[in-house]
């Protein structure tokens, strides 16, 4: 069984559109997190979400919104996609707040 | 600024000998750091963790050192094998606020048979 999963794999769209990509979890954590890392590899958190506490990092756009329907699921819609938004966007969950990460497999977003 | 560097992007290494990668950081108080392996096309998965007052961590083949005056990790690969070509990736979280991973700017290691 999949641990942490997200869903597509591969997201192609125009500049302006919206979208979303989700994720579950069935390990039972607490946390759970989005993380964009871009061109350069480089692994940057997004948001962090414990017990309905939503933790945002001050550099993501109010276009990113990360919704929490249960403990399981943390979706990330997207408003209004720019040629910037072009990523692979993870999602991971904790058993605890800083503890190790389980990651999924990655969401290839390409803004055309 | 803060920052986490890992000293080279890329590091090719004989196999059977001795990997060492290194994390450091700079106006960062962490509570602990984790380092992270990541396959081409795939999320990291986590390999070992490290607190303040810790001052090695081993785990079979792998092991981790944490030296806060230098502001240090090294991570070490002994007997390397080509199946450890990968990224590896340390992440710091602090001693403060919402307890998130901040990531460094990893280091492909390449293992030549």
């Known amino acids: 069984d999949t641990a942490v999963s997200q869903t597509p794999k591969y997201l192609v769209t125009q500049m302006g559109n919206d979208k979303s990509i989700k994720c579950e979890q069935n390990?039972?954590?607490?946390?759970m997190y989005w993380y964009k890392q871009d061109s350069k590899k480089f692994l940057k958190i997004m948001f962090s979400?414990?017990?309905?506490?939503?933790?945002i990092n001050e550099t993501v756009p109010n276009r990113f919104s990360p919704k929490s329907p249960d403990k399981a699921h943390l979706n990330l819609h997207i408003n209004s996609l720019e040629l910037g938004d072009s990523a692979v966007y993870f999602c991971?969950?904790?058993?605890?707040?800083?503890?190790?990460?389980?990651f999924g497999p990655g969401t290839r977003l390409t803004v055309l | 600024s803060q920052k986490i560097e890992q000293n080279s992007e890329a590091l090719n290494i004989q196999e059977g000998k001795t990997a060492t990668l290194t994390c450091n950081y700079t106006?960062?108080?962490?509570?602990?750091l984790q380092w992270y392996r990541q396959d081409p096309g795939r999320g990291p998965v986590f390999l070992l963790l490290?607190?303040?007052?810790?001052k090695e961590k081993r785990k079979e083949r792998l092991k981790v050192t944490f030296d806060t005056t230098l502001k240090q990790s090294l991570f070490h690969i002994t007997a390397s094998q080509p199946a450890d070509s990968a990224t590896y990736l340390c992440?710091?979280?602090?001693?403060?606020?919402?307890?998130?991973?901040?990531f460094g700017t990893g280091t492909r290691l390449t293992v030549i048979p």
């Open positions: 991971a969950s904790s058993q605890t707040s800083g503890g190790e990460q389980f």
């Open positions: 390990l039972g954590h607490d946390t």
């Open positions: 979400y414990n017990n309905k506490e939503l933790i």
């Open positions: 106006n960062y108080s962490p509570a602990y």
């Open positions: 490290i607190r303040e007052n810790e």
């Open positions: 992440a710091l979280v602090l001693q403060t606020g919402a307890n998130n991973l901040f």
